[in-house]
C-alpha cells in the first residue's frame, strides 16, 4: 500500500479499508481522487461543470439503461458511480416526481415538499 506507519492495529486496518474502498475517479478525465469534495472541486475548476450539473441527463439515462442491462451493482462498477446514485436515477426516470411549479425532479417525496415550501411557497425555516 502506502508505506504508512500505525500504532495501533485498528487504526491501520481501518486505513487499508481506504485502499480498498471503490476509487473517486473524474468521468471525463479519469483522474483519482482521495474524497468526493475533491473530485467536484476538479469538475469545477477543471472542466467548468457545477456538481449538480456533474452528470448530463443522457448519461443519466444511459446509465440506467445499462443498469437494466447487466444490474445495478455491475453498472455501478464499470461506470464508477455509487449503486445508490444509480438507484436514485432510476427512481428519476421511472418513478418521477414533479414540482407542478416548475418541473424539478426528485427522488423523494419529501424532498419535493420541502423544495416548494421553500422556493415557491417562501416558507419561512427561522420561525419567523
Excluded at 443519466?60 to 443498469?67: E, F, G, P, Q
Aim: aromatic share 8%; proline share 2%.
Amino acid at each position: 500500500h502506502c508505506g504508512k506507519a500505525f500504532n495501533r492495529r485498528d487504526s491501520f486496518t481501518r486505513h487499508v479499508k481506504k485502499h480498498e474502498q471503490k476509487k473517486i475517479v473524474c468521468h471525463l478525465c479519469e483522474k483519482e481522487f482521495v474524497n468526493v469534495e475533491e473530485k467536484y472541486l476538479h469538475l469545477k475548476e477543471t472542466h467548468g461543470v457545477k456538481r449538480s450539473e456533474a452528470y448530463s441527463p443522457e448519461f443519466k439515462i444511459l446509465a440506467v439503461k445499462r443498469v437494466k442491462e447487466i444490474g445495478i451493482v455491475n453498472a455501478a462498477k464499470e461506470l464508477n458511480i455509487w449503486e445508490s446514485t444509480l438507484a436514485n436515477w432510476q427512481k428519476l426516470v421511472f418513478n418521477p416526481l414533479n414540482c407542478t411549479f416548475c418541473g424539478k425532479r426528485f427522488t423523494r417525496e419529501n424532498n419535493l415538499k420541502v423544495h416548494v415550501e421553500l422556493v415557491h411557497m417562501k416558507v419561512d425555516t427561522n420561525g419567523h
